[in-house]
């Protein structure tokens, strides 16, 4: 049941699809910020539709899925690497609970998704329209306007785990066309409960025991953190010299702490002059982790 991806084909149809499970991932996103009841449905949704698009990405580097808002909720991050490990974090003000995801994000609120790829001069960003009442359906408008692709989104999440099915039309020449009429019939029957508590190859023979479907080999998905100290140092080189040093003068050192895991970087005196003691210097030795 636990943190894995399972893609799948159907062989009388031209339709691929993906199912995703997230437990142990998902507890240690949550288990680091003490997030609102409603915003964490919001945030395993989010995480769970990021990893299956991340399914069908070509390329080195990850996928991120960011909403910006100007009400209660102020922002809402996850991420998704090429090699399915996954981090997310949130920002809020006031009261969440019993709204809406629109009541959520206000009037001006964006929903971005970013594809960053390794070595690109820059990374593609799409915005997705707020169409729809969940970010399933917003996904699905997404798809069908920036892809074309025909695409059934499924999605849910509760403190146990954050799961989602993906479902997406092949190009003619893939199977008969009326196929995928049937399969999106069939994907609209199935429950939040059901992709929480059931196992996908269960869940997928009471989907569709009466259509051939091939299982793909299964994908690992993983909670993990691209924060280093190296990172940090590098900020604070950019900052420069005097800001950093002022900063160490007030408070006896700078803390960097990261949204997303919650590691915590401290640089005393010795490692800030480390800093800029000549370019590229590597922080090290007297450097402290917590």
Known sequence: MSDNLKRFLFDDAPVRGAMVQLETAWQQVIDRHDYPDDLKLVLGEMLAAATLLCSNIKFQGALIMQLHGTGPLRLAVVECTHDLIVRATAKWEGQLNGLTLQD????????????DQLGAAQPYQGIVALEGRTIAEMLQHYMQRSEQLE???SLAANEQRACGLLLQRLPEGHGPQEGWQ??????????????INLPPLQLLHRLFHQMEVRVLADAEVA???RCSRDKVANMLRMLGRDEVMSLVAEQGSVQVGCEFCHTQYVFDGVDAEALFASVGSSVEGSSRQH
């Open 223 to 225: 909670f993990g953190c």
């Open 182 to 195: 049937m399969v999106e019939q069939l994907a609209h029957t199935v429950t939040p409960l059901e992709l």
């Open 104 to 115: 959520m994000l206000g009037h001006e609120g964006k929903f971005v998704i970013t594809l």
């Open 151 to 153: 695409t059934h989104i």
